[in-house]
C-alpha cells in the first residue's frame, strides 16, 4: 500500500466500521534476516517499498482500531500444515519459510481471537 493508497485507507476506517485490521507485512519487514539482509539488500534494494511498509507499520499501531501485524517469513506455494510456530521473541531464530495457505490459516483464525491483538508476531514452520 503506498503512502497516498494508505491515507485514504485509514481516513475511512474507524473503531465503529472496523472491528479488526489484520495486515500481512511480509515484504521489507526488517527483523527477519540477517545483518546483510536487513542492512543492506532491504535498504538498498526495496527503498521506497521499506519506508512505506515502516510508515504504514506505525500508523497502524498508533492507531484507535484492534489490529494485529502478521509477520509471515519466505512464503512458498505448499499446502497448508497446519504446524507453524507464532514468535514474538525473534532471538536466536533463524528464518525459515511458511506455505501461504498456512498464513491463510493464521489469519482468519485471528478474526475470531484476542491472543495476537496489538502485537506484530512472526509465523513461520
Do not use: C
Amino acid at each position: 500500500m503506498t503512502n497516498s493508497d494508505q491515507e485514504i485507507f485509514f481516513d475511512q476506517l474507524t473503531p465503529d466500521n472496523a472491528t479488526m485490521l489484520l495486515i500481512d507485512h511480509q515484504v521489507g519487514t526488517k527483523g527477519h534476516g540477517r545483518f546483510v539482509y536487513d542492512k543492506l539488500i532491504l535498504p538498498l534494494l526495496l527503498g521506497r517499498i521499506y519506508v512505506d511498509k515502516n510508515r504504514q507499520k506505525r500508523e497502524v499501531m498508533q492507531s484507535d482500531l484492534d489490529w494485529t501485524i502478521v509477520r509471515p517469513t519466505e512464503l512458498t506455494n505448499e499446502p497448508e500444515s497446519g504446524d507453524y510456530r507464532v514468535l514474538s521473541d525473534l532471538k536466536g531464530q533463524k528464518a525459515q519459510t511458511i506455505a501461504r495457505a498456512d498464513v491463510a490459516d493464521f489469519l482468519v483464525k485471528q478474526l475470531d481471537s484476542d491472543r495476537y491483538l496489538h502485537q506484530t508476531p512472526l509465523i513461520t514452520h
